[in-house]
């Protein structure tokens, strides 16, 4: 299984940017996915995340009401729209995918830059 995240860019702040995560090898179903940034030098963040067992999303207090994951099975691709984006989202993207009916993260995108402007 092999990911690719995309989309990400230069936003001002209070824009908008979705990025996309495309999988080959394998499909999103019934797979747990989740969207993670990381800044130099301080420690990851799980930003978002959904599973396929109960549909159920969990987002970083830090996003919440702003970013909304999702899964798309027919295009084979996760993606993460984010909203009102602010100069603290500014990070190296990267989304991730679980094994087959696993609830822990196996595999992992390259990352994509989102650089937002003040």
């Known amino acids: 299984v092999q990911l690719q995240a995309s989309g990400g860019g230069l936003v001002e702040t209070g824009g908008s940017l979705r990025l996309s995560c495309a999988i080959s090898?394998?499909?999103?179903?019934?797979?747990?996915v989740g969207w993670f940034r990381q800044v130099a030098g301080k420690d990851r963040e799980n930003v978002a995340s959904i599973r396929w067992n109960t549909g159920d999303t969990n987002y970083a207090d830090s996003v919440k009401g702003r970013f909304t994951i999702s899964v798309d099975n027919a295009q084979n691709a996760a993606f993460l729209q984010m909203d009102n984006l602010n100069s603290e989202d500014s990070a190296v993207y990267y989304c991730a995918a679980g094994k087959v009916y696993s609830l822990e993260y196996s595999y992992w995108g390259q990352g994509t830059l989102v650089t937002v402007s003040s």
């Open positions: 090898g394998g499909t999103f179903t019934t797979r747990l």
